[in-house]
Every structure is written in structure tokens, then in C-alpha cells.
T-cell receptor, first 114, second 115 residues
Framework: DTGVSQDPRHKITKRGQNVTFRCDPI?????LYWYRQTLGQGPEFLTY????????KSRLLSDRFSAERPKGSFSTLEIQRTEQGDSAMYLC????????????FGPGTRLTVL | AQSVAQPEDQVNVAEGNPLTVKCTYS??????LFWYVQYPNRGLQFLLK??????LVKGSYGFEAEFNKSQTSFHLKKPSALVSDSALYFC?????????????FGTGTSLTVIP
């Protein structure tokens, strides 16, 4: 399967714990995006990487959230001191990086904070 | 501010009938418009996009969409609905007047095709 993959698919954690999600983009895709989707809503942009550089960050990305893409390949999204409001589906997408290119999404990581 | 509106939360259509899922947008520059479909417990799948050129765009699985600049709309259509088309559909826009790459998504429309 050469699509975008995300790990884990599901994560249940207790409030106050830290969690980390991984995203592996489609091979040779230079751009990588993180979105958050809550029930009944469309995906909301969190952050975006061009290769290893983090170029955009949404105001939704509080200081408890951090994302990295150290070698321009896979990316991690860490949430520190999780809150119940962080419960959502976290989606990763990647694109080639040429002009207005199509974003291809992974299956998502569903986070439940108890 | 950039935004997308999908005015219908739910659309029901009989199998074999034409379907339309509505989308309107607001951007400051030229709109780049996308449709995605989401099946339960799966990620978003790309259907089609409008960047420039012909206002009628054809995409995957027999879907098409028409860009209407005067009405700021990009409605998704299919001539003959299948039960397997039942899913959640999202419209998204990227603002060509903005150098950023983020998409703005609508809240989604749940399509049910009735056998």
C-alpha cells in the first residue's frame, strides 16, 4: 500500500498524559499536513510542512501541541498534558509540492481522552 | 476570511436518480476547489478539483462538479446514484489570494442513496 499511513489508528489516554502520533506520507511527497476533525465537522487545519520546514501553524495549535518532520519524511504530532477537548480524529495528508496540488489523506488517528 | 458552506447536512436520493451535493465558498483571491468523500472509519478520498479552465470538472466514480464564479458555488453532481455512493462528502477550498497551502473544509453532507 503506497498511501498515507498513520499510527496508531486509535489511542485512548487519560487526561494529563502525553501522546504522540506518527504519519508516513506517500513516497516523494514533499508537503505534509496535519488536520483535526471532530464529530460533525470538517477537518480543521493544524500545521503544514514543506520538506522538514514547518511553514504554517494554525491558532488551533496551542503550545501543548508540537509537530516535527525531522528528515522531511515521516512526521510526528505530540500533544502534551492532554485535555478532554483534544478528543478528535487527527488526520495527516501529503502532497507532491507542486503548485496547487491535491492533498491525499491517511486513515486518521482517533484520540479519546478520558 | 476564507470559508466553505455546505448548506445541507443530509441528502437522500433514490438509486438511479441524479444527485447534487451543494457547496458555496468565500475567498479573497481565486478559488481552488476540491471534493472529498469519507467512508466510515476511513480517511478522506479525493474525488475531483477545480483549479482553472473548463467550469465542468469530471472526477472519480462518475462524479462531476460545476464551478460557478458568479454564484460562488461548486456543486457536486452525478447523473445516476448508486447505493455505494452513500457516504460523507466534503467540499474544500484553498484561497489563491493567500500564499498558504491550507484547505478550508465545509462541515460535510451525508448522502444516503435509497435502494
Amino acid at each position: 500500500d503506497t498511501g498515507v499511513s498513520q499510527d496508531p489508528r486509535h489511542k485512548i489516554t487519560k487526561r494529563g498524559q502525553n501522546v504522540t502520533f506518527r504519519c508516513d506520507p506517500i513516497s516523494e511527497h514533499n508537503r505534509l499536513y496535519w488536520y483535526r476533525q471532530t464529530l460533525g465537522q470538517g477537518p480543521e487545519f493544524l500545521t503544514y510542512f514543506q520538506n522538514e520546514a514547518q511553514l504554517e501553524k494554525s491558532r488551533l495549535l496551542s503550545d501543548r501541541f508540537s509537530a516535527e518532520r525531522p528528515k522531511g519524511s515521516f512526521s510526528t504530532l505530540e500533544i502534551q498534558r492532554t485535555e478532554q477537548g483534544d478528543s478528535a480524529m487527527y488526520l495527516c495528508a501529503s502532497s507532491l509540492g507542486l503548485g496547487v496540488d491535491t492533498q491525499y489523506f491517511g486513515p486518521g488517528t482517533r484520540l479519546t481522552v478520558l | 476570511a476564507q470559508s466553505v458552506a455546505q448548506p445541507e447536512d443530509q441528502v437522500n436520493v433514490a438509486e438511479g436518480n441524479p444527485l447534487t451535493v451543494k457547496c458555496t465558498y468565500s475567498v479573497s483571491g481565486n478559488p481552488y476547489l476540491f471534493w472529498y468523500v469519507q467512508y466510515p472509519n476511513r480517511g478522506l478520498q479525493f474525488l475531483l478539483k477545480y483549479i482553472t479552465g473548463d467550469n465542468l470538472v469530471k472526477g472519480s466514480y462518475g462524479f462531476e462538479a460545476e464551478f460557478n464564479k458568479s454564484q460562488t458555488s461548486f456543486h457536486l453532481k452525478k447523473p445516476s446514484a448508486l447505493v455505494s455512493d452513500s457516504a460523507l462528502y466534503f467540499c474544500a477550498v484553498r484561497d489563491g489570494g493567500n500564499t498558504g497551502n491550507q484547505f478550508y473544509f465545509g462541515t460535510g453532507t451525508s448522502l444516503t442513496v435509497i435502494p
